[in-house]
């Protein structure tokens, strides 16, 4: 009990100065129950073996030095929607079919529809695997966006910046997207020196969601999040995220296929240089499929240099039932020098017998004759390793459906790769 | 144009000789022939000339207009106007044919000191190269080489060695695999580039390439070194007769 007590120790101080909230407070009370249950996680839990917690643990952030100036992506026709430091700005008007709110506005109602959600699908999403984080966010966010989209087609663009150096940003979107309605949810920037970010996305059927977002490029940041999704009968769930270095990255969806005929995209590509400080970044996924015909596809690249590490760990649970599931998984490291790692631990849990489920998981180095088969048409060999980069990036930037948002990351990766000023 | 002197390479990774003395020159205008019983090096020649990794070169020298090759970086030799036609040209997925092409011409225009060449003029060049190559505008949209049939990926090796326009040209077996037909596009292909200001290396096994692409000098290669030098009617003995009697002449 020695050891559990002082796993607990760093939560007690902010514990103590939990909001009570008002419709939310029945939720943040049981998450509370829940993490003083779980604690907080540590190098023994199975989904931390990787990753070491100690500076998401720990009670207060540590202050972020050296920024760098970022532009956000630029999205045109999408509500844009400020959080500096964790500190919304006034939300602009919503259209027709569109109902916004920020978290602590509505919280002084003790009634709201996003009583329905907020930790409802979080709480739910902590079995078979803890999430003591994403408890804590639950306890401790009283800011966060509340969007349902009723009809319609709708773009949102949250635009983060960090507010302070030493920030402790904590965040808790709620999202519901309407039978057959279309939200497109754009997040780009680093909401604090330290951030942890949840997000509940209920999918109606036929509903359709798509979300691209752009972590920052800031190395000294320490970031988790949680996306928390439940899908209807034939909708459409797709997620992209874009991260370049970062100190820690911790990216976890959980995706629950409740409906039959719907589909459930997760893809990132992750650019880690650790020349100036360490670089680790962990994408862990689980999808859960407890639904008739649907697909679900998990596509993961990570470039890394200079001692980076990436980590992956996902996993497709196909339930009983859950016949004609179609399942994919592919996760890929480029190693750029013999000093970076890359750690995977895809999984496969299958108990329906007419389904079809793969998974891959590759760690290689630039191909030699491919990069001198370039440079033997005259491309310096930075450029010609860019190119192979982009190469080895190419599926999973195809999983961005917007080509515009699409060629902004591009941009920036190729900024990464030191090509910012070519063609 | 191309001066190779008492050239001498082994594996770096290993103790294993496999050019012996190579002694070779190519002069501007020409098109000389190398022929040689698989494994006599030939592949090997044309990658130390480019400056593929895993070589090293033990004695002697390459020349390209008196510029010394071996001390320089692929893509230095390219910009110089070397090319090579791959054996095996590779495959590269997501990265696209015009981008390569286009990437590629403008290294090497900007490493002269050229201007780049603008997207619109780069189009039409391509355009019309590819058209007598008979290459369709969807495969020059493909990623490089992906999906590409063994005939199609030599047709797109000498669509780049056409819109690159360099001054000497390495072609290592560009004949292998290709039916007839595709071997006559090829061919056709390489003759319209010749020129007085440009010459021509063909690497091949067979003779039949060369009742296609007629060449000025043919040279005759076994383990690392050039063994007999003649006009085309060498190309013929070895048709005729195989590698069997030269070789024994030779010992
Ligand atoms: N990278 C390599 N590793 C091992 N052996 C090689 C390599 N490159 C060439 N060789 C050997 O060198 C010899 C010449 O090969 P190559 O140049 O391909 O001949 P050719 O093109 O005339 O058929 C062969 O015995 C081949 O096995
Ligand atoms: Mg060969």
Redesign the pocket.
Known sequence: MATEAKVLAPLDIRLARAPAGGFTSAARAAAHGRLVAMGLPGRRDEYWRYTDPAELNAPAAVTAENPMPEAPLSVSGALQIRFDGGVAAPLPQSPEGLDLALLSAADTQDIHWAGALFGVLEGEGQSPVKRPLAALNTVLATEGLLVRAGSGSHAIHVDYSIGSMGSDTYLHHCIRVGEGADLTLIESGRAGARSNILIEVDLAPGARFHHVRAQGRDADRRTVTHIFARIGAGASFKSFTFGENGRLTRNEAILDIRGDHAVAHVAGVALGNGAAVPVLHDDTVFITHGAVGCESRQVFKKVLRNGATGVFQGKILVKPGAQKTDGYQISQSLLLDEDSQFLAKPELEIYADDVKCSHGSTTGAIDETALFYLRSRGVEKDRATALLVLSFLADAIAEIEDPDLADQIVARLEDWLGLGAAE | MLKIQNLHVK?E??D?P?LKGLDLTVETGKVHAIM????????????VLSGRD??EVTEGTAELDGVDLLSQEPEERASEGLFLAF?YPVEIPGVGNMTFLRTALNAQRKARGEDEVSAGDFLKLVREKAKSLKIDAEMLKRPVNVGFSGGEKKRNEILQMAVLEPKMCIL??TDSGLDVDAMKLVADGVNALRSPDRAFLV?T?YQRLLDHIRPDVVHI?AD?RIIKTGGPELALEVEQNGYADLLAEVK
């Open positions: 594996l990774a290993e294993k496999i040689g019983p698989n494994g006599s090096g030939k592949s090997t020649l044309s990658y895993g070589y054996q290592d077996e690497i096994h290669m690392g």
